[in-house]
């Protein structure tokens, strides 16, 4: 058996004496570390805990000088602080924000730079128009319309737009407007059948023996189909000036096409005619509302002359505009519903009389557009026997 070593007195004093020492040595760092560190900061003396870091400075805010800002593409400052961090030097050296300050560090501040905004790109769709080509009352797509792409760069934060650059240029849709030659005219009458004047309109077309068309809107076409069927009973061109009077630039592309199928069907059902003739509410088309026509296999007939009845300006004003603007191949545009007509009803024996006085010559669209079509095919005709004798 071996007897540990007893201990002598000394050695335990020994054993005493260290335990203190690293006690007291440890008090002496921990005092050490609770001391503040003297650091000069922008030229200021500053007491910071120990362990601070220049982060932890410069979150105090005790840097002078300041994060860069958040600049827009435009120069404009969206955010004071939103840019980069002041950079910073520790004794004359630059050093990462990370790091410790130690006794006597002397620390200088320089403003951060700043941060341009991030831009981001967009494709946006360029709006296409219709261009018209003469001004005739027929009509006929030339060429069908399509938007253009452009690429926009813009600030993300700003919305600045800084450049827009055409990817795909527009194209517009074409529509050519024209008119047969001869010495012609169209009498057409719009937003009937109205009980009490259309009739009396009618009166007067058979008195004179003129043929009109009458572009009804189909509502009122099914609610009075009797005299629908009249018009066309008694030799007129029937058209459909849609279901019920809207305007097409309003619409999008399905209402328009309801609006057109509707209208023709009520006309066609009240009359027993077939018709491709519609006249848009108001004249007014844009490029989507020309694409329905297209697709919809429809002639879209419009006016060159526009005798102002709606606005009831007195039987011989009516007369008198309509005077000043005829041409050979004019399309004139009346009322027989939408509101009291009895100025159209009194003007139309006058107007008829001074056209005929002009030697004027009454059509219906319908004829119309079968005159332009003879003139088409005896020009291409004449064309054609040209080149033979040409080349014989
Ligand atoms: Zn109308």
Redesign the pocket.
Known sequence: VVKPPRRSGLARVAVLGGTTLLILLALLGGWAAAQPTRVVVDGQTRYVPSGTTLYDLQKSGALASPKGRLVGVNGEVLLADGGFDPSVRRNGEPCTISQRLFPGDVIESRPGTDRRESVILTDVPLPYRTRYEGNGPLTEMKTLGAPGVARQTRGLVSGFEITSTVLTKPTDTVIVRSRPSGKVVALTF??GPWPGQTDKILDVLAEEQVPATFFMVGKYASRYPGLARRVAREGHDVGS?SWS?PAFRELKAKAIRREINRGRQAVEKATGHRTAWIRP??GSMDPLAWEQVRELKVHAVLWDVDSRDWSKPGVRRIEKTVMRQVRPGSVILFHDG?GKRAQTIRALPQVIKSLRKKGYQFVTVDELYQLKADAKSQKKAKAAESKQSKDS
């Open positions: 719009d937003d000036h009077h509410p108001y939408g």
